[in-house]
């Protein structure tokens, strides 16, 4: 049977959201939503990734907290994106985002690209399955399904 929770715990400040997810398997993802500068991040144990902050997605957090003690409802329906890691990683995170620069020292980070729409067969599916990030934060479950992670590692390891 098929997981359909997610656990997270909040970290809620004037304008950055720190969302901190423990998938059913047992690993651990960090969302960073930092307001002030209009970037999201995502943290995970080996690299970070960052996107532009889509508010259509991501609840600001004065009305999320406000939503959440006022007992408020909440859209939890799943918004699926697909996206592409960009190579090389990024030189500079700190011009970006400080909150994000903190969390990412040490870690090679790269910026997030929408993918076009892509159709693939199911037996391709099957083979390569892209890593995806689910959480949820105020109004809907976002999962982002980051289809080129393979090639990120094998571009790290060459490095190394």
């Known amino acids: 049977m098929r997981e359909r929770h997610i656990r997270e715990q909040l970290d809620i400040g004037d304008?950055?959201?720190k969302i901190s997810v423990i998938s059913p398997g047992g690993?651990?993802?960090?969302?960073?939503?930092d307001f002030s500068t209009n970037i999201s991040g995502i943290v995970d144990s080996d690299r970070c990734f960052v996107m532009e902050l889509d508010t259509h997605l991501v609840m600001p957090p004065s009305a999320f907290v406000m939503t959440?003690?006022?007992n408020g409802d909440f859209d939890v329906s799943r918004v699926r994106e697909a996206m592409r890691a960009l190579l090389p990683p990024l030189?500079?995170?700190?011009s970006l985002s400080p909150h994000l620069a903190v969390t990412c020292n040490n870690?090679?980070?790269?910026?997030?690209?929408?993918e076009s729409i892509t159709i693939r067969k199911r037996r391709a599916l099957r083979s390569v399955q892209p890593d995806k990030y689910t959480h949820f934060s105020g109004h809907h479950v976002q999962q982002i399904e980051i289809d080129n992670l393979a090639e990120l590692r094998a571009y790290e390891e060459k490095k190394d």
Do not use: C, N
């Not at 690993?27 to 939503?33: D, L, V």
């Not at 870690?107 to 929408?114: A, D, E, H, N, V």
């Open 91 to 94: 030189a500079d995170i700190m």
């Open 107 to 114: 870690k090679p980070t790269y910026r997030l690209q929408k």
């Open 27 to 33: 690993r651990q993802t960090s969302f960073i939503h």
């Open 68 to 70: 959440i003690e006022g």
């Open 15 to 17: 304008m950055v959201e």
